[in-house]
């Protein structure tokens, strides 16, 4: 299969983008797109954290989920869950019952609320910060990288700050899916669309 498809609407996308409808809807509508906003960040985060070790289909598809159980990504409301919602939480099959990724994800709420207090900023002002200069311009999926110096930087800063789940990799696909980098192939119809990168 090549690694850009025309779709039957005429648009060019990745492969794993072409076949399943979720994904390829994700991929149209939202993956790349600016987000800006705490809330948003810090699901994106979260979720990114529940993907490493699994595909991001499984994850897209219990989305919903993991919304209803983790009250809206609310970093208040995660920030005060205790055991019982932990127990909760493994209870529930509608989301990856993962205890230490669980638990990451508040320690993480709890940890977005002390930046708050941060000078550098938010959890959104902070992640941004750690934009490039440059954007890849990847032309097949073996040029796409899946790690960079600013994902390592972010990597290392928000475990300072009491992050969990943060690696270089994770931090990098988080970059990804926040438009803060554009890894849209040459050729993709989402190429340079975010507005944040011409190209």
Known sequence: MSEIVVGDDGLSRPAWASVDPMLRDYYDTEWGMPVRD???????????????????AT???KRPAFREAFAGFSPEAVAGFGEDDVERLMGDAGIVRNRAKILATIQNARATLELRLDPEGDLAAYVWSFQPTQTPRPRTFAEVPTTSAESAALSKGLK???????GPTTMFALMEALGIVDTHLLGSHRRGTSGVWPD
């Open 38 to 56: 705490e809330r948003g960040v810090f699901e994106r985060l979260s979720l990114e954290a529940f993907q490493s070790g699994l595909s991001w």
């Open 59 to 61: 994850i897209l598809r």
């Open 160 to 166: 300072r700050k009491g992050f969990a789940f943060v």
